[in-house]
């Protein structure tokens, strides 16, 4: 059974339209050096789906165009795409902020000893995945090994000028919860990052995004196995707060999967849910070179709770504080 099936039906989720588009998220692909148990997008180092060079042109072509302030990629591990520092180079050439959503681990893989410096010399925001501040609960969640790998890797990036008060290099972590509930108030818990990972390896910081967990891919596989998917589904649709509406990051980001067929989120494009354009199946980027996409609706289900409950959630973090 797949995870994804009991969100493909009619959903009560509120209609919402687009505004103005300032957010171009590409997934490069799905390979990655991790296998966390909380992926929605199923990633692993068995997976080979990767953006080719030719799409990246059209990448490049399309942040020119639409004057896209944000590009933010993602996988899989990112990095692992060959051609990763080719787009990054081309989009920092013409102003664009890339943000790199980075797994810590992967500045220790093979062949990617200088990817720190890389990322430092083009200025890269680095959204670093880090679910908790504890050992155990991270090796639990993405591998034996890995928080230790991964205190390494932000102190390499903090030896670099990342996340240094005042610093331009922005470093910000990701926290994702255990199971299915929903993540804590974000403020609170950034204090207790700050103060241990400071205390016990001396490291900092720019801020702290807490993501929900989104009920798809891996961790909708997880829920259904345990029979907690219908009670994770209430969890979010009880906590649904209309005032979240505003800022959902679907309004301004368009997300593009790694052969350049566009998607309303990341969340949308694992669930096989393409932007609604001209009544087409499914459309790619090039065929939005100078189109209008505001106020275009969105398409929602009801994994959209996800991005309502509570304090919210974006690939920013929450959206209240």
Not at 19 to 33: A, F
Not at 192 to 206: A, P
Request: net charge neutral; aromatic share 8%; proline share 6%.
């Amino acid at each position: 059974m797949r995870a994804t099936l009991p969100l493909m039906e009619i959903s009560d989720f509120p209609a919402i339209r687009r505004t103005r588009l300032d957010t171009l998220q590409v997934n490069l692909g799905y390979k990655c050096n991790q296998s966390c148990l909380h992926c929605h997008v199923n990633a692993g180092p068995t997976r080979t789906e990767a953006m080719s060079r030719e799409t990246m042109f059209e990448v490049i072509a399309f942040l020119k165009s639409a004057n896209i302030a944000v590009l933010d990629l993602t996988g899989g591990a990112p990095e692992l795409n060959p051609h990763f520092r080719l787009l990054v180079k081309a989009a920092r050439d013409i102003g664009v902020r890339v943000i790199d959503r980075c797994n810590l681990t992967i500045l220790h893989e093979p062949g990617q000893e200088d990817l720190a410096d890389f990322l430092h010399d083009n200025a890269v925001e680095i959204v670093a995945s880090l679910p908790c501040y504890l050992e155990d609960n991270v090796d639990r969640q993405r591998g034996k090994g890995v928080f230790d790998s991964s205190v390494r890797a932000l102190q390499l990036l903090n030896g670099k000028g990342y996340g240094k008060p005042g610093s331009p290099l922005k470093l910000s972590l990701v926290y994702n919860p255990q199971g299915a509930v929903l993540p804590p108030a974000q403020g609170p818990l950034e204090a207790d990052y700050r103060k241990h990972l400071s205390e016990h390896f001396g490291i900092t910081f720019t801020e702290l995004f807490v993501l929900t967990n989104m009920p798809i891919q891996r961790f909708g596989s997880t829920l259904i196995s345990k029979g907690q998917f219908e009670h994770y589904m209430d969890v979010l649709k009880n906590a649904y707060q209309p005032a979240n509406l505003d800022s959902v990051m679907c309004r301004s980001l368009l997300s593009v999967d790694w052969k350049g067929y566009v998607y309303d989120c990341d969340f949308n494009q694992m669930l096989g849910l393409p932007l609604a354009w001209k009544n087409k199946p499914r459309t790619h980027l090039r065929e939005l070179m100078g189109a209008d996409i505001a106020n275009n609706p969105i398409v929602v289900k009801d994994h959209c709770y996800g991005c309502t409950a509570g304090q919210g959630s974006s690939c920013g973090g929450a959206l209240v504080n």
